[in-house]
């Protein structure tokens, strides 16, 4: 038997707030987009987040604590189908959201409403997960895509129902059409109802008793349909968008479920992200340091001609205001850093040694230090922001 405090690594005695920090740390850590394609950090994220939407319950907590997990089952998020992927999802946008996911949160407190609700309901459709690569230019932009998704879709020939084409979908027997059963359990501690949906019709308190050839009376029939994906400018792998309502259809009429599009963001050997900003390295040779130069860098958009100041350094940093990428949700874009490395060369040819000895000769001693960052207030800006000041 599963126990929800063993589950989150927390005492029995743990307060509210260390039931959420134990199981923001463990979700964060199993979660799905940090663990592409493991089924096993998949489960533990659900077996985490079921403990979690358990014991965060004031209510829940202590009908845990008394009767165990068969006291909770069936009080509203976990339905006979059990806790899916979704739900836990769901659960962990709905709490920590603002580092995730970042659309519908609104819509995930209502629906939370509407699934709790007693009585017999259509059953919804399950949601689909599905990975989305995105090169760092459709990040600069924003993108619209099309994704082809194998969803469950109503039958046709049924009109969804399941029932073979003349007949009805008739009240259930074993719950008279309410979609619940009630058990009464004697305990020491009293009497205890528990309400659970019904074994027979999985809660809907309806069933079909002629079914549909086409779709064996689930109401549903696989097919592969596209559906667009319209992504914001600015997100990062940890994003994620929820499609609410394009998902499966329900069994028997249920409703729509999600189409959550988790963001993956091709990483470019181009470039560092560092939030809006992007840092890319150029290298010159010593020549174009000493006498400056302009040269064409490759942008996240193209290319940016780029004026390479004389007696530049080594390691100082040329900010193309702008050319970085746009903040989420922001009306703010970044700018690209350009951090400069003088390349030192290591094959000479004859000409070339000759012409650096006799330079070697008449230059400069170099100082004991290198100062950067002295020229105007544009430099001082610009190490400003490398610095982190
Ligand atoms: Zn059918
Ligand atoms: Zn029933």
Same mark, same amino acid.
């Given at each position: ?11 029995r &005695? ?47 907590r202590s009908l845990y604590d008394r009767f165990g997990?068969?006291g ?6 976990? !339905? ?13 946008? /709905?709490?920590?959201?603002?580092? $995730?996911?970042? &659309? ?7 629906? $939370? ?40 879709? =109503? ?13 009805? =979908? ?5 719950? @008279?059409?309410?979609?619940?059963? /009630? ?61 609410? @309502? ?8 249920? =409703? /729509? !479920? ?56 080594? !390691? ?50 170099? =100082? ?5 960052? /002295? ?13 982190? !000041?």
């Amino acid at each position: 038997m599963a126990d929800y405090y063993e589950r989150l690594g927390v005492p029995r &005695s743990a307060t509210p707030d260390e039931i959420k920090k134990a199981y923001r740390q463990l979700a964060l850590q199993h979660h799905p987009d940090r663990n592409p394609d493991s089924a096993e950090a998949e489960a533990r994220f659900k077996e985490v987040t079921e403990a979690y939407e358990t014991l965060r319950d004031d209510e829940k907590r202590s009908l845990y604590d008394r009767f165990g997990e068969q006291g909770v089952k069936g009080r509203g998020g976990a !339905g006979r189908g059990g806790f899916d992927f979704s739900d836990a999802i769901e659960i962990f946008m /709905r709490d920590f959201g603002g580092g $995730g996911g970042f &659309s519908g949160l609104e819509d995930l407190f209502g629906m $939370g409403g509407a699934r709790t609700r007693r009585g017999a309901q259509s059953r919804k459709g399950q949601s689909t997960r599905m990975r989305l690569p995105l090169t760092l230019r459709e990040v600069a932009t924003g993108v619209k895509k099309a994704l082809r998704v194998a969803l469950l879709e =109503p039958c046709e020939a049924c009109d969804g129902t399941g029932a073979e084409a003349g007949t009805e =979908p008739v009240p259930c027997p074993t719950c @008279g059409g309410a979609g619940e059963e /009630r058990h009464v359990q004697n305990s020491v501690f009293g009497q205890f109802v528990s309400v659970q949906p019904c074994r027979t019709c999985g809660g809907e308190g309806r069933v079909v008793e002629s079914p549909c050839q086409k779709c064996r009376g689930d109401g549903r029939v696989r097919v592969e349909r596209e559906i667009e994906v319209e992504v914001p400018p600015g997100v990062t792998s940890e994003n994620f968008l929820t499609l609410r @309502g394009q998902g499966s259809a329900g069994p028997r009429g249920g =409703p /729509r !479920g999600d189409v959550v599009v988790l963001l993956d963001v091709e990483e470019d050997p181009r470039f560092t992200r560092q939030g809006a900003d992007l840092v890319s390295q150029l290298p010159i040779t010593f020549g174009q340091a000493a006498l400056g130069d302009e040269v064409d860098v490759p942008t996240v958009d193209g290319t940016a001609r780029v004026t390479i100041p004389a007696g530049v350094q080594s !390691g100082e940093v040329l900010r193309l205001k702008g050319l970085g990428l746009p903040e989420l949700n922001g009306r703010v874009r970044g700018d690209q850093l350009v951090r400069v490395q003088v390349w030192t060369p290591q094959d000479l040819s004859d000409e070339q040694e000759e012409a650096l000895r006799a330079l070697r000769s008449i230059e400069s001693i170099a =100082p004991d230090r290198i100062r950067t960052g /002295r020229r105007n207030g544009f430099w001082s800006k610009v190490k400003e922001a490398f610095t982190g !000041g």
